[in-house]
């Protein structure tokens, strides 16, 4: 069965720390993992993985992949009380045709507090 | 359009009730995909479309669900005789054509809905 893992489930830390969020998964036919942050609605896109040891950044977010070990870890620098949300992880899987029909397997999420 | 249209936002049934959800994909985009989100944090995946045709339905509640995406329709998530353990909120996303592993740059990443919160009471 195809799961992904996500830890810490909830973390609070002070505006300015830096957090790291951690995505492991065993799915069959991986094809690219990607983050999420559900503030009160949908979950808004903000990083797709595909290739090992290639760094993502946006801004003060940060996302990297490890395909040996099947995790990824999703790091907010200098947060601030914005950043509180849940972040989400999936895993994007692609058929055995080869094409991915983006079928999405969720992590549980980790829930972000950031305080003043 | 250029974002993902549910409809509507909030639906209240009593239980018993028949209720139905819409969503309209992003222009262009082949794929679309039912989520269920009981609590706030787990999705569970029930079926995706490719175009009007059932992709993968190995989430879908054998009875009572059903989903369709008709051409020239919004998609549409419907429950007979609602439950109380169906109130949840109900997100649609979809994704575009993909072109296989020969396109790596192929984007693959799916846009969601603000989702439908389904009360039943």
């Known amino acids: 069965e195809d799961k992904v893992v996500q830890s810490p489930l909830s973390l609070v830390v002070h505006e300015g720390d830096t957090v790291t969020l951690n995505c492991s998964y065993e799915?069959?036919?991986?094809?690219?993992l990607l983050w999420y942050k559900q503030e009160k609605k949908a979950p808004t896109f903000l990083f797709m993985l595909?290739?090992?040891?290639i760094e993502k950044k946006s801004g003060r977010l940060s996302s990297i992949l490890d395909k040996k070990e099947l995790f990824s870890i999703l790091n907010i620098t200098a947060t601030q009380t914005g950043d509180s949300a849940i972040y989400l992880c999936a895993a994007d899987l692609t058929n055995a045709g080869g094409t991915s029909y983006g079928k999405l397997t969720f992590g549980q999420g980790t829930i972000l507090t950031v305080h003043p | 359009g250029e974002e993902v249209a549910q409809t509507p936002k909030h639906l209240v049934r009593g239980e018993g009730q028949k209720a139905k959800l819409y969503c309209a994909p992003i222009k262009g985009h082949s794929y679309v995909f039912w989520y269920q989100q009981v609590l706030k944090n787990e999705f569970k995946f029930l079926i995706s479309f490719q175009n009007e045709n059932v992709f993968d339905e190995t989430g879908m509640p054998k009875e009572r669900f059903s989903a369709k995406c008709l051409p020239n329709s919004p998609c549409s998530l419907e429950i007979q005789a609602t439950k109380l353990e169906d109130s949840a909120v109900y997100f649609c996303?979809?994704?575009?054509?993909?072109?296989?592993?020969?396109?790596?740059?192929?984007?693959?990443?799916?846009?969601f809905g603000q989702g439908t919160r389904l009360t039943v009471v």
């Open positions: 799915v069959t036919n991986f094809r690219s």
């Open positions: 996303a979809s994704s575009q054509r993909h072109r296989g592993l020969i396109s790596l740059l192929a984007n693959t990443e799916a846009f």
């Open positions: 595909t290739s090992s040891g």
